[in-house]
Each structure stands twice: as structure tokens, then as C-alpha cells.
């Protein structure tokens, strides 16, 4: 079952477009935003709101990755592994990372704490190596930052 | 035209299609994949590139898709450019790099385009090292068997369910190379047209279930062109058997009527249509009840002489029962047993008053009678009383194409082509209409529907004679009457092809003479509006066209002797009406090939061949005739009913009929003979080139290959001498080209139509004055009309297991309120007496029939009801 | 040296009335009272203006492919691609964080222009600086009346709303975004038609990068042969350029189009970093060619990138040092396309993974003989036209330029079966 608060959101975003099918999206990360990710039940229930069928709203779902179909952890860090970010290093963050939650990209710590995926290139190439923690921009990061963010995130 | 060179040679080409198109009509030989015939173009699968050179001077060229570069005149292209053929076989490598190839356990295999595609560009040697991806497979349900592994992404699948057959519980899942194709979640696949993608995908990932329990290879299958035997549209098919077992059926392109696609009842009906041998239990034609009668042989000539014992030698009354599931050779011969004015066409009575009206309206004109081509290009239609996917399955799909018709207009004037589906579809959006759907109950059209209106048959015709009124003041009003959908009738005057559907399945008399007005007004207006009818079964027009008696009237004749061919009277009358008829009768003879009720009641039965065990013509309910041929050898005892009646004739000293063609020659009607033409030359084989077995498959009996057997009813043979491919349209027994195995090989056969049309208007049709009284609901009891369900209403599929899998449990249908007055809720049941017998009903709950009316399946016992009618229903 | 982009640029955006202040809505307020739409569109077509989006395709003459008049479908649709998501590309994120008004008020006016009545900002959600600062831009402009019904009192009415994506490097491909726009999957459609005529909900449709838009106001405001003034070479303007990699100062810089590229590398980005060696860059992003440390005195400009073998592309490059495999920096490049495609056509969907695990194995010192030819040959026929849309043939510029300008780092990876800089 939708909230109250989650269904007027997505009602919300349904009002800045002609068909429903539009706010999908705006409506699988307004669910997302307050459970983390979205299960079999939250999809069913986003395509009924939306009179999409669960084929074709998981077909859309599945497409993007920032819509995660399967649980994350509390919070999600997102490391930037594109280009730039790899000439500064990212490489040796991931590393960094594997070693301090004992997950590898894509997977969450053991605690439940954190998940981390890897991203396209954020927008940050100048104070590349770059990731962000939530909703957070980190720029210019290295490992001992990481610790440092880790230990603010928890 | 537009004249293209293809490496440099110049050829005439239809303009209005791509260059795959017409480089495949040229029947010359360019790889594809997304491509097709009936879905057009996407450029998904970059499989049909090819070399195009600005202008005889332009010696580089740059490689395009053909399915995507438009057959214009001057066009210049090279198919065997080495840079063309490089990267095809480069896009077969990346297709390559993650298939299983596991051919040989693939029921693909043998029939399967990516072989043949793969084999055709040349690439032979694997050069990837990394692993493979792999995915999980889902139960689709009793029609298909999943298995993505194999799937090479081409997008044919969805765009086939979701585009063209509006299902909505299929699609594409993931992104880059990991896209899925399947349902969110495992379960049975929804859409009634499923089936199709067992053609549709170029790969084993869809496969049909129901031949994987019997299965055998395309090129050991024994084919014959046959005519779907399970709805009143003929939709043409191939059908399959090896060792005397049909084992499937698949599509065979007639662009007339179903062109590439099936219904899944039409498909996967089929398991029944033979003799059953494995299972004894079921063996349908062992006349156990007729033994109770002190008869006990049935078979052979054995059988004839049965009969003739009895009927030959006495003096009385002999009449005879036809079938509209029959075929007319077999119901002409049994009007000729018994003489015209013994022979009573066995509709019901309801039907065949129904569909002798259809006939004059169609007769009479201006309107034709749609094919399901036409339906397809309508631009604008009006769906009266009919719930189509259910009652005409395959129309529903064509009615889908039409309500594009209008924007496709549009788009084509905007300089898109029309095979540019990918461009077409992005214009039209979820543009779609006119469709105008006037039903008792919700419909599976209604999605793509402009309007609904529910309401009971008798304002279902008065709304159609008010819209004919609006359209041509000279047609009836109807006085008092509220228009329900706004601004239809200039819908339909605003279009060019308008097509009125209707049929017989409210059983309404008014209802099919608005649906007549309807199209009178408009071709009044000069529009070219159609009429399409449905009917019940294969045979339906056939039979009303041969004429008869009434069934009533046979049960009233003083009969001594009555010989049913292929019916079961009790879905036709009511159960005491057939029990008393049946027991009053001395000698009652049943020709059939289903047991049935009326078997069971029958001194003789006499084992019929299905449209599998035999040759013969019906006609569709446009008026087309179109023959269907055996497939399974013929084996004692079994023979088409019209040779059993010809062996009868020859026993009691008159003439008979040594094959198919004499019976044609004598019915006398060069239109039905001409529905297939003759034997010319050499015989067309049944079977494959490469098939196999042909000496061993026998010899634990003989280690001597037995001769082909006879076929004295076709210019086919039960053989593989011969080359089918140039077999005319109704003589291709299956579609095979060297290099092209699978289904796609249908673009080197002749695109002709086959069949011939029975019936074309006059200008004879004068506007119906007759206006039913508004519909008055009554208290205590419903007007309960018939609900027909596309798997277990047609009597000849419903006993096919998978089928059978997929049959709903046959329900009433009552509006919430009716239900909540008599104190039931779904699952609740309700009983009414009918004929002296009381029935029980499951109860399911529809909200959108109108006030009165209930709804009943028509399947099995419910089908001698004698629906529609009033029922006092009471709570069980 | 004028830098119309970026003069109001602040770390905290500057607000409404601060903005007005410095003559923002000056342009909107002109065009709605002072010109036709055909006058905006005739001004920046005179302009030269280009998309900035990577494609460098004449903004005017795009706009003038939209059917005009009051019997053309409606409502028609003018998007800002905020997807930004090419790698190494950082440059909208800084107009859209640092003055969301002067994208706003560029809207304004280029929807006047082609009179569409209705826009949409789509941006990737990773933006959330952006998103927030843009919610209360629209929410501040909707105050003052320049967005909404009969904008400053004219007879233009325009709604803009902000669309949040969830990710994937094709939204930014601008047919795949009116697709993810409509709520599918953000794969491309075919062009012709193209969106201009038929889009958005099959509507007319304009898709504009960011950069480009926010050009506009100054070119209404200033004019075509100031615009044109601004540039060092014939495209109009001033372009925002970046540099990242292992520069001394890596950042973002609004100059001249023209702007010779060592230039920038040097003056701006204050040359390599201490013990790293230039070797190449790649001019404007991930999906261009790399251009030698020998081609680096090219103008950046489209026309004279494009000469030199490569692209302007976003006009952010990134540059390769010595220290840096570059079959490393390949395969990793190739990673992100190959995760990126959107599994449309077989030779994107299938090629960039075999290209990204070929590369792999390279760097794992596991590459065989004959895995630089199926390189090449991914280079070839993964080029423009042989799959459906840009994104695979972008995948390949680098590709197909690092096999000539690399050769050798390549064949010494299959040779000592190791990586060099491992
Ligand atoms: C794969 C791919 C990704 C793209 N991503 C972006 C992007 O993020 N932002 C952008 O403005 N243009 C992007 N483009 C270019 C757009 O398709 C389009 O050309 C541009 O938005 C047009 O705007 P402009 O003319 O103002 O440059 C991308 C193109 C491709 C092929
Ligand atoms: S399942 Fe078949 S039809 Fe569907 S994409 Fe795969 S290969 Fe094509
Ligand atoms: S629509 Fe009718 S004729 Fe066609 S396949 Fe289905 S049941 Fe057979
Ligand atoms: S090139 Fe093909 S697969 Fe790749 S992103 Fe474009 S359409 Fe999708
Ligand atoms: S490459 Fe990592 S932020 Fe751009
Ligand atoms: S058939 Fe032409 S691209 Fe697939």
C-alpha cells in the first residue's frame, strides 16, 4: 500500500504531464525516496496508480539505473568510475571501499550501512576522483575522505 | 513502380515499400531479423545492410539498412558489396557471441531463421573467448515454451504482443546486453494471439508447447494446407503429422483473410481433430451407448451394411441433418442421400434464421461482406452486439490494425512511409478511432475503443438504426431515442472505408438489420461501407447457402430413419425437444468424429474424419469457399462423411462419388470447384524434401517401403517426390525455399489471396422498417444472453488439453446489484429451470451489463439452452 | 574579454532580484514586446549560434524547422537537456547550479521563438545542487509572472516544468530523452522524423542543450554581430571549456570559440601536473577522437576540431599523461558506453561489451593475437549510420584514434602479456 504522502506526491508529479505514464518515473523515486528501493508490492502498486500494467512499468524500471529493483542499504554511495575519475584514481577508492565494508561494487555492507554502485561521470571531473553519499557531492577524494565520510554517513 | 539497380542489374519494384521489402519480392536473398511483412521496419537488428551508391558515378558508397531506406526510383544498391557482406556477417557474430547454440536441442531447430541467416551471411568460425550470458525462463502457460537463452534481441516479440496485439502483460525488461523479454512475473500470457510468437521470433525462444509434447522436425513433418476449422472467418493454415499423429499447425499466409497471424484456439486446437490411440479411454468414436441398442458394429464397409440392412430395405421416411461444421461436400452429399426436401441444414433454429437474414443482406447490398483485410484497412468501424475476440477471434486482431487507419492517414500525408513503423508509431502515439463498440458486456477491444455502449440486444439495434437515421434521414428514426455516443454517425461519415461488424452470437434479429441500415446509410452517402459479419462455425455460410429445412421441421416429420451428420442436436434445441425426437425416430445414424451427446443416443455411429483425416471445402463468413486437405493418411474405418454417404448411395443402388472432385462436378457449382485449383502435372509432395525415415519408419512391420497412399481427393501426394514451392496459394502445404527453412520463407511463395467469394451484393437492400420496442427489464427475472469464450465455446477445440488448460469454468454473469438482490456474491451460485430441468450456475460478478440482462458461457450443456432468453433465476 | 555565460555565476546562485538587478528578463521582456518569433529566430540564425550539446548542429536553423502558425499541432514542446552525463563534461552543471534565471529567461525566449507553449527541463538526477536551486528559480519566475499565462502582460503563455531522471547516458541522446520524458525506456527513435516535427507526444519539439540556451538571452539583448565579436574564429560566441585530468588546475573557463586548445590546457589549466608528461586529449569529452600533444595548437572551435580529425564536442576535455595506460583509460571508456547502450540495435549492444572485454584482457595481459584487428574492426562498423543512433559511434572515436596514435602501447600489451604501467 502507497502512503498518503506518497500518493500525493506522485499525484503531484502527475500534474506536469499530459498522461499518466509520464510521472512513472517521478513516481518509482518518490517511492524509492522513502523505502529505499522498490519492491514487487511498491511496483505493483505505483502501476495500478498509474493504470500502467507491472510489465510495463518494470520494463521501465528495470531500465534506469537509479531505480533499484532489489534492497540497498541505508544509504547509497554512488563512486564515480568514468574517465576522468579513473585517471585520478577511483580505482584505488573502490579498493579502498571493498576493503573498509567488505562489499564489492554493487553490494551492500555486511551491517546493512551502506551500499555502493558504481556511476557515469557526476559532473565533477575537475575535482575528480568524485562520488556521492545520498544525495551529497564529494569531490577531490581520497581514501582517508572516504573513511572520513563513512564515518559521517553512519 | 520505381526502378532500382541491384548490383547493376535493373529492376521494377513496388515504390511504396523499402528496399528489404523489395529486394525480398525479387526473391533474392538478403539476410533480416526486425524486419517484418506485417509489422514493417525499426532498424533494431542492423542484419539488412546494404551498399548505396548515389549515382553510377558514386563508386564508394556508404552501407544503409534496406529496411529502412525507401524503394525510390533511381535507388542504386549492391547486395554482394564486400563491405555489405562484411558487416552482415560481423552483425551474425555479435548475435552469435551469446547464443547457445544448442540447435540440436532446440525446437527451433530445422525451422529456424537464425540458422538460416547465419548460414546465408557465412560466418562460420567463433571468435569470441569471453562467457556467456544467461537467463532465467518463465511459464508462459500451456502455449509456450520460453527459453531467453537463446533470444537475440531482435524487439519482434514486443512490438508483435504489445504493438500489434495490444497485450500488456509482455514486455522488454533491463538495458544494454542485458535485455529481457518475457512478463514481470511467470504466469500465463494474456493475449489470445500469443501464439504467434512462435513465428514471430526468429529463434527458439518461443516455441509451441503443445508440439513439444509430440514433437518431430519441420523436415520430418508431413504438411497439408488446411482451413481452420474452429470459428466461422477460415483462417488458412498448414497442419502437421508424422506416423499418423497430428502434431501442429501453423500459419499460412492468405493476405486476404488472416495474412501472417492466428488466433491461439486456431493454433493450439488441434490435438483432438484425430483419432486418439494412445489413450483408449478417450477413443471419441467407439459407439459404447449404441451398444446398448443391440448395435455393435460401426466400422468399415461393415458399417455401411449396417446401415443398409436397416435403412436400405425400409419403405419409411428417410431424412437427413446437415452441419455447419461439415463440410459442403459432406452436407451435399447427405442432401443428396435423402433428397432436398428431406435434408434440414441443422443450425438451430435461432441461427439459421439469423444467418438466412445475414445471407439476403449480403446478397441484396450495396454493402460487401468485409475480409478480414478489409476490416484491417477500415478507417472507421461499428462494433454491434459483438464481443469479437471471443466470438471471431482473429478479427479482433485485424479490428486492431483498423483503428490506425485514420492516423496512418494522416502520418502518410506528412511524408512518413508507411513501413516506417518505428517513425509511425512515434507520430501516432495512442491516436486510434474511430471505433465505435456497442456490446452487452465489457469487450477486449474496449481499450482501443473511441466509445462503449452496454446495453441489451433490442437498444443495442435501436441505437444502430438511429445512427443509420442520422446518417441517411431516409432509414427508419427511432423515436425517442437518446444518442448514447456523441458524434458517431459523423465518425462514420467522415470516413472513406467504414465497416459495420455484427453477427449472430446476441442471437438478434433487429440487431443484424441495424447493423444492414447502418451500411445501407452510408453507402447512400456514398461512403464504401462494409459489412462483417460473424457466425458461429467453419461451415456456417456454407450451409445456409446449401439451404434445408428447419431443425424444428425435422423434428416434427414423421421420420423413420434420420442420419445426423456431424452435430450434436442437443447444442441446437432444447434437451426434452432432441430426447423425444431421438427416441421417437426408429433408426437414428450419426456420422460424427466427436463423441457426443447425440452419439450416445444413436443405433449407429459411424467414425467421420476430422478436417485432418480428410479433404473438402467450407466457407467463411465473408462467402468465401476455400478448400482444406487431409493430412493423416486415412485408416480404416474412418472416411469423410461424404463418403460414407457415397458408399450408403452405391448400397441402395444409385451412384457415388469416387473422390472430392465428383462431388464438386456434381454440387455443380464452378465458384466452390474453382476454391483450389485441380491436379495439374505432377503431384504437390506433403513432405519436405529432407524428410527423413521415410523406408525405416515402418520397418518393424516391412523392411519394403510401402507406396505413398493414394490421395484420389487432392493434387497433393503423400510424398516428398515433387517441388512444393510452386504449388499455387491454396495447394502450398507448407513454406520451405532452399536457404530459407523457417516461416519467414513465406515472401518466395505468390502473395495472391486464395478462395473465391460466394456471395456479391446487388442493389437491391431497401432500409429495415421494423423498430424494436425498448428493452423492459422484468422483476425476478433476466434476459440472459449467451457469453462466448475463445477457448471452450467452439465445440471441435474444447477437448484439447491445452485448451482445455486455459477453459474458464463456464459462469452467469449478473450486475453486482441483481447479484446482492438474490443473495450471491462471485463464486455464489444460482439455479433456473429451463426445459424442465434445473440448472446450477457459478455466479461472477460484471458490472457494466445493462439493467435485466445476465450473461451465461456458452459451453457444453448451456449450449442447448436456446440463449438468449428470459431465466427466473433464484439463489442455489 | 566578455563572458556573457558566466558573469553572474555564483556559488549560492544569485536570487531573483538580484538577478533582475543585472538586467535578467532584460531579454525575454524585448522579444515578448518587441519582436516576432520569426525576428528571435532570424536574430540567431544571424548569431551563428550552435547546439553546444556536442553535435554543433545552427540553432536557428533547427528552430526553423518547426511548423509555425495556428494550424500546426500544439501544444509544442521546447526541452534544455540537463542531462549532462558525458564523461568528462561538467560545463552545464555549473550554468545550472550558478544562475538557473539566465537558462530560465534563454527558455523563455527560445520557446517564444518557436511558440511552444509548454517545457521541460530534464535533468539527471545526480544533479541535486541543481535541482533544488532550478525548483526555486521556476517557483520564483512563476511568482513574477515571466513564466505561466501571458507572460509580461503579451499574449505568450509558457509553463516550464523540471523533470528529474534516474539515470543512463542515453536520456541525454535527445530522442531517447522525449522517450524517457514520456515514461518508457529512453531508447531512440528514428530520425526522420525528426522531433522538431514530430516529438514530444508526437508534437513538435525542440531539444536544446543547456549551454545553448542560456546564449540566447545575451544574443536578444546584444545582438548577432556582438555575438559573433565575442568569438576568435567564424561560429558566434564564447563556449564554456573545461579540463580535467592531471592538470595543475583543473576547472572551467568561459572563452572565446577559437580559443586555440593549448591555450587553455596551459593559461588556463596551468599545464600538467609535476612529473606527468602531456600525451593527448580528448577535445570534448569521452566520445571524441584523441587529439595528439602534436595537433594541440588546434582552435576550438566545431569546424576546426572537426578538420584536425576530431570533435568539439561538449568542449570539456580530458587529458592523457604518461603515466596513464592508455588501453587502460580505453577499456575503461568503453566500459561506461558499453554499461551506457541501451540495447536497441545489435551492433552497440553486443560490440562495445566484446570491445570493453577485449581491452580487459589486454590490460590483464591476457590479449591474443588478433584481438587489435576485431578492435579495428569494431571501429568500423560501429561507425555513424550502421547502428541506430550516436551513441556507439561516439563509443568508437576514441577507439579508432587510439589504435593509430597508441599502436604501439597496444601490440606491447600483447606482447609482454602484461600492462606497462601496471
Ligand atoms: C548518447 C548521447 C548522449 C547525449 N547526451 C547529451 C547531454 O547529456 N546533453 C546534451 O545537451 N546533449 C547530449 N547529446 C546531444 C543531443 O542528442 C542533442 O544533440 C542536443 O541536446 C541538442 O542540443 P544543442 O543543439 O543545443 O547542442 C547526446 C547525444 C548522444 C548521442
Ligand atoms: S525473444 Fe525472439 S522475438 Fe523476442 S527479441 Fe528475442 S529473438 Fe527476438
Ligand atoms: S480466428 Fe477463427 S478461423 Fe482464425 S484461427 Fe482463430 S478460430 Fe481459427
Ligand atoms: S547505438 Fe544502438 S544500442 Fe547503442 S545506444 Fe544507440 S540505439 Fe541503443
Ligand atoms: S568522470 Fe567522474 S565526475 Fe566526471
Ligand atoms: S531488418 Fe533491417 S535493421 Fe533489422
Known sequence: MLTTQERSAIEEEREHYPTARAACVEALKVVQRTRGWISDEALRDVADLLKMTLDELDGVATFYNLIYRRPVGRRVMLLCDSVSCWIMGCDGLKEHLKMRLGADLGQTSADGRFTVLPAACLGACDHAPALMLDETLYGDVTPQEVDRILQEGS | MARVVIDGKSYEVDGRRNLLHACLSLKLDLPYFCWHPAMGSVGACRQCAVKQFKDDRDTAGRLVMACMTPAADGTRISIDDPEAKAFRASVIEWLMLNHPHDCPVCDEGGECHLQDMTVMTGHVVRRNRFPKRTYHNQDLGPFLTHEMNRCIQCYRCVRFYRDYAGGRDFDVFGAHDQVYFGRAEDGVLESEFSGNLVEVCPTGVFTDKTLARHYTRKWDLQWAPSICAHCGLGCNTSVAERGGMLRRVMNRVNPEVNGHFLCDRGRFGYERAQRVTEDPEKEKRTPEDSEKKGLSESSGSSGVKRFSEFSGSLCGLLIGIGSPRASMESNFALQTLVGKDHFYSGLSDLDASLVSLILDILRNGPARAASLQDVENADAVFILGEDVTNTAPRLALSLRQSVRQKALERIGKGGIPLWHDAAVREAMQDEHGPLFIATPYATRLDDVATAVWRAAPDDLARLGLAVAHEIDAEAPAVSGFRMPMNSMADALRDARRPIVVCGTSCGSVPLIQAAANVAWALRRQGRAADLCFTVPECNTMGAALLGGGRLGAAFEAEADTVIILENDLYGRAGAAQVDGFLGRVKHVVVLDHLRTRTTSKAHLVLPAATFAESSGTTVNNEGRAQRFFQVLPSREPVMASWRWISEMLVAAGRTGWASLDEVLAAMGDARIRAAAPPAAGQRIPRRPPRYSGRTAMAAHVSVHEAPPPPDPDSPLAFSMEGFSPEAPPPLTPFFWWPGWNSIQAAHKFADGPSGVRLIEPGQRGAFFREVPAPFTPRRGEWWVVPVHHIFGTEEQSAMAPAIVKRSVEPTLALRPEDASDLGVSTGGAVQCMLDERTYRFRVQLRPELPVGVAGLSLMGATKGVGLPCWMALRRA | ?422
Not at chain 3, 577499456?331 to 562495445?352: K, Y
Open chain 3, 1 to 422: 574579454m566578455e563572458r556573457p555565460l558566466t558573469k553572474n555565476l555564483r556559488s549560492d546562485a544569485p536570487d531573483l532580484a538580484e538577478t533582475e538587478r543585472v538586467g535578467g528578463y532584460q531579454a525575454a521582456r524585448k522579444a515578448l514586446r518587441e519582436m516576432r518569433p520569426a525576428d528571435v529566430i532570424d536574430l540567431v540564425k544571424r548569431s551563428g549560434l550552435r547546439g553546444r550539446g556536442g553535435a554543433g548542429f545552427p540553432t536557428g536553423a533547427k528552430w526553423s524547422f518547426v511548423p509555425m502558425g495556428s494550424d500546426v499541432p500544439h501544444p509544442k514542446y521546447l526541452i534544455a537537456n540537463a542531462d549532462e552525463m558525458e564523461p568528462g563534461s561538467f560545463k552545464d552543471r555549473l550554468l545550472l547550479e550558478g544562475d538557473p534565471h539566465q537558462l530560465i529567461e534563454g527558455m523563455i525566449v527560445s520557446a517564444y521563438a518557436i511558440e511552444a507553449n509548454v517545457g521541460y527541463i530534464f535533468l539527471r538526477w545526480e544533479y541535486r545542487v541543481a535541482a533544488q536551486r532550478l525548483a526555486l528559480a521556476l517557483r520564483q519566475a512563476y511568482e513574477r509572472g515571466y513564466l505561466g499565462r501571458y507572460i509580461m502582460g503579451s499574449g505568450f503563455s509558457f509553463d516550464l516544468h523540471l523533470h528529474v531522471s534516474a539515470g543512463r547516458y542515453m536520456c541525454g541522446e535527445e530522442t531517447g530523452l522525449l522517450n524517457s520524458l514520456e515514461g518508457k525506456r529512453a531508447v531512440p527513435r528514428s530520425k526522420p522524423p525528426f522531433p522538431q516535427s514530430s516529438g514530444l507526444w508526437g508534437k513538435p519539439t525542440v531539444v536544446q542543450n543547456v549551454e545553448t540556451l542560456c546564449n540566447v538571452p545575451h544574443i536578444v539583448n546584444h545582438g548577432a554581430d556582438w555575438f559573433r565579436t565575442l568569438s576568435l574564429s567564424e561560429e558566434g560566441g564564447t563556449k564554456i571549456f573545461g579540463v580535467s585530468g592531471k592538470v595543475r588546475r583543473p576547472g572551467a573557463w568561459e572563452l572565446p570559440l577559437g580559443t586555440p586548445c593549448r591555450r587553455i590546457l596551459e593559461e588556463h589549466a596551468g599545464g600538467m601536473k609535476d612529473g606527468v608528461r602531456l600525451r593527448a586529449v580528448l577535445p570534448g569529452g569521452a566520445s571524441t577522437a584523441f587529439l595528439a600533444e602534436d595537433q594541440l595548437d588546434v582552435k576550438m572551435d566545431f569546424d576546426s576540431v572537426a578538420r584536425a580529425g576530431s570533435r568539439l564536442g561538449t568542449g570539456t576535455m580530458i587529458a592523457l599523461d604518461d603515466r596513464t595506460c592508455p588501453v587502460g583509460m580505453l577499456a575503461n571508456l568503453e566500459r561506461f558506453f558499453a554499461r551506457e547502450s541501451c540495447g536497441w540495435c545489435t551492433p552497440c549492444r553486443e560490440g562495445l561489451p566484446w570491445v570493453q572485454r577485449i581491452l580487459d584482457s589486454m590490460e590483464e595481459g591476457r590479449g591474443q593475437p588478433g584481438d587489435i584487428e576485431t578492435l579495428q574492426r569494431h571501429g568500423r562498423f560501429l561507425g555513424m549510420g550502421l547502428t541506430f543512433c550516436a551513441l556507439a559511434p561516439g563509443a568508437v572515436e576514441p577507439l579508432r584514434s587510439a589504435l593509430t596514435l597508441f599502436r604501439d602501447d597496444f601490440e606491447r600489451h600483447l606482447r609482454e602479456k602484461r600492462c606497462p604501467w601496471r
